[in-house]
Nanobody, 118 residues
Framework: QVQLVESGGGLVQAGGSLRLSCAAS????????MGWFRQAPGKERQLVAR????????YYSDSVKGRFTISRDNAKNTVYLQMDSLKPEDTAVYYC???????????WGQGTQVTVSS
């Protein structure tokens, strides 16, 4: 079992920045990958960014590539999402997730709201 606690959401004007954090506790010794997802009202949850725990490889969706940066601190079992040049369409609840294999994500955080005003 793992617990994921997200923080850092809030209200920001378009063009601004926010940094999300997701701290994992409990079963952290065999994390394979972590990711940030988002879900806007009336839309499906979508993968925003992914980081592989060993090696640090990353993936970004086209909608955030060049604006968002995912990183990790293995010692703190924490993953970050630096969001720059925010746009109103980035408004959503952001969730972090953890996977212990190459398959689907196993556990999810409670979500943190990000609102970008125009």
């Amino acid at each position: 079992q793992v617990q994921l606690v997200e923080s850092g959401g809030g209200l920001v004007q378009a063009g601004g920045s926010l940094r999300l954090s997701c701290a994992a506790s409990g079963r952290t010794f065999s994390i394979f990958k972590m990711g940030w997802f988002r879900q806007a009202p009336g839309k499906e949850r979508q993968l925003v960014a992914r980081i592989w725990w060993s090696g640090g490889g990353t993936y970004y969706s086209d909608s955030v590539k060049g604006r968002f940066t995912i990183s990790r601190d293995n010692a703190k079992n924490t993953v970050y999402l630096q969001m720059d040049s925010l746009k109103p369409e980035d408004t959503a609840v952001y969730y972090c997730a953890v996977a212990y294999s190459a398959g689907t994500d196993d556990y999810w955080g409670q979500g943190t709201q990000v609102t970008v005003s125009s």
